[in-house]
Every structure is written in C-alpha cells, then in structure tokens.
C-alpha cells in the first residue's frame, strides 16, 4: 500500500509539472498490488460463502426437527402430505445420472462424507399380509397420505405431486384402504448410525420422508418448506425427516433430520467449523 501511495504522489507531482497519467510501469506495479490483494481475499469470500450454507442447513435441520415434533405435540399427529421420495412406479426418486452435475431430476447423486442418501435408502413396504403392525405404527402416527415424485416434472423440488392415500377415504377422495405401503425405507449403516446410535432393536424400521410444499404442518408449525441453500431443481433439494416404525404397531417416533444430501446437524455444523478461514473456527 505505501508503494501504491508513492507511486499516486509521483503522478500527481508531474501532473502539476504538466505531465498527466501514469507510466507503463507505474500501472503494471498498481496491477500487481490489486491482483495480490485479490488473491488473498477472493479464497476467503468463497470459504465464507461454504460456511454461510453449512450454517444455515444446520439451523434448518434443527429447526425442521423442532417444528415437526411441535406440531405432533399440538395436532397428536406427525405432518400428512409429506413428499414419499418414491417415484409413481414405486421406485426409489433416484438421479437420471450417475455424474452429479449433469443431473436434471432425482436425490442428489452427489454424496457427504463419502455417502450418498440415494444409496442408503431402499424402497420397502410394509405390507398387511407380513407386518400389518408396521403399517398399523406409520399411520396412528398421522400419516393418512404421501405425495409420490412424478418424473415427469422439471423442477424436482416441487415434483412430488401424486397423491397416495396410506388409509381409506383418505382426505375425503374415497380410496379403499391399500394392502401395502411403498416406502423409502433407510437401511444405509452409515446414516442409520448418526440417526439412531444405539442401533435399530428387533421389530424397528426407519422411514424417509422429505418435507415438501404440499404438507399439512405449512402454515402451523412451518412457514414454508425450505430447500438446500443453491438447490436449483435438477435435483430434490428438500430436507428429509426419519421416523422409527415398530412391530408392536406402537406410533412411529421421530429420530433426526437430514439435508437431501445425507448430512444429519452434526455433520453440516463440522463441515461449518472446517469451512472457516484458518484461526476462525469455532469449537
């Protein structure tokens, strides 16, 4: 800075003397100056713009949890009309592509630490004839119908738009009671071991849910349903909510939260801490 200062008092020294604008060499050093700050500063706004997104999908996750847990709380119900992340085939909503950046519908392919969520889950059912009492725990828990993901749909944050009734006569539309319920299921052991660390008991089962637009707590215990920070529609971007299902067909219990990536809280805070820039980070 002090060499930019001499060389902007020797430019105005000669513009009194009758000269005006700088030397050749005078604007190559300025450029040197400015390219170097840039180089220092240019990282830091990246790494801070990582740390801004780590930070605000951890405080969604956290408050998702909240959110839903209050309106169970309030309604003596979990949300209805949550996203299936099953497609109208009853397939599992997976990317188009195995390249993450050239998908256009599906769960990211893409993974966190090493995982991708398309990969831990599976889709399951839960079936009268076997195990009634799972479909027995889903529904008393509130959840009377899903929306299925059409692929049809461009933007796949907003592609989950089939209804499927999980009860008769659900909301009204006069459907007979199903046989079976199409679930994604998570199965993954890497997941499965952040969201419930003492581990899955005889008789328990996990189930996938993303939180769409279109489900009941909007407006009660949510504003809005949120997406990834960037999540631009080529792929589902919303949050997912896991909830435990028991043999007993006792209700289903809610156990985390997750981005669409598979990132549980503890995670997206660690990948915060690590985002910042050197002497910055917290914990």
Do not use: C
Not at 33 to 41: E, K
Not at 164 to 183: C, F, M, W
Not at 188 to 205: I, N
């Amino acid at each position: 800075m002090v060499v930019a200062r001499n060389v902007w008092r020797r430019s105005v020294g000669r513009r009194r003397g009758g000269r005006s604008g700088f030397t050749l060499i005078e604007l190559v050093v300025v450029m040197v100056i400015i390219a170097t700050i840039a180089g220092f500063v240019i990282p830091q706004i990246g790494m801070l713009g990582r740390s801004s997104d780590m930070a605000a999908t951890a405080k969604t996750q956290s408050d998702i949890a909240n959110n839903v847990q209050l309106f169970f709380t309030l309604q003596k119900r979990y949300p209805q009309g949550l996203d299936s992340l099953l497609d109208t085939s009853g397939a599992l909503y997976s990317s188009d592509s195995t390249n993450g950046d050239t998908q256009t519908r599906g769960l990211p392919y893409s993974g966190a630490d090493g995982t991708r969520l398309q990969a831990q889950l599976v889709a399951g059912q839960l079936a009268n004839a076997t195990n009634a009492e799972y479909m027995r725990s889903l529904t008393r828990s509130g959840f009377d119908w899903v929306y299925d993901h059409d692929t049809a749909v461009l933007n796949s944050n907003n592609s989950a738009t089939t209804f499927r009734g999980l009860i008769a006569d659900a909301n009204g539309t006069g459907n007979t009671a199903p046989s079976t319920i199409n679930v994604a299921e998570l199965t993954g052991t890497a997941l499965l071991a952040k969201l419930v660390p003492q581990g899955l008991k005889s008789g328990e089962r996990v189930v996938a849910f993303g939180v769409g637009p279109r489900n009941s707590a909007i407006s009660k215990t949510l504003t809005n349903a949120p997406t990834y920070p960037g999540s631009d529609g080529k792929y589902y971007g919303r949050y997912v909510v896991y909830f435990k299902v028991y043999a007993t067909g006792e209700r289903a219990t809610l156990v985390g939260v997750s981005d669409s990536y598979g990132r549980t809280p503890d995670y997206s805070q660690q990948q915060f801490n690590e985002s910042l820039p050197d002497g910055g980070r917290q914990g």
